[in-house]
Nanobody
Framework: VQLQASGGGLVQAGGALRLSCAASGRTFSSVAMGWFRQAPGKEREYVAIINWSGSSTAYADSVKGRFTISRDNAKNTVHLQMNRLKPEDTAVYYC?????????????????WGQGTQVTVSS
């Protein structure tokens, strides 16, 4: 079972990036998925989460209104559209699959993690 995150890169403040997470080895269409990030010297924090069907989402206050999480269960993928990026968004971004189908920001309920993709926002 593997989650492969991609789409990171270097962008100027105010720019946009679209992260993708492709799952293989099993289908994750029945569980919630999430994006988390970890900046150097900081704890991994939740960014955005989406329930199994995509009908419900939640965002950290720091990204609300700028980021959008979506999923395509037919393709076993999850995306994170990041607009109006800020230098403080700089981090390694991880996608993760929950054990459950409801929303949770608790890292402990996510039992599959991707390898991470670096996002760097320059000022």
């Amino acid at each position: 079972v593997q989650l492969q995150a991609s789409g990171g890169g270097l962008v100027q403040a105010g720019g946009a990036l679209r992260l993708s997470c492709a799952a293989s080895g099993r289908t994750f269409s029945s569980v919630a998925m999430g994006w988390f990030r970890q900046a150097p010297g900081k704890e991994r924090e939740y960014v955005a989460i989406i329930n199994w069907s995509g009908s419900s989402t939640a965002y950290a206050d720091s990204v609300k209104g700028r980021f959008t999480i979506s999923r395509d269960n037919a393709k076993n993928t999850v995306h994170l559209q990041m607009n109006r990026l800020k230098p403080e968004d700089t981090a390694v971004y991880y996608c993760a699959a929950s054990k459950y189908n409801w929303l949770s920001a608790d890292r402990g309920v996510y039992d599959y993690w991707g390898q991470g993709t670096q996002v760097t926002v320059s000022s």
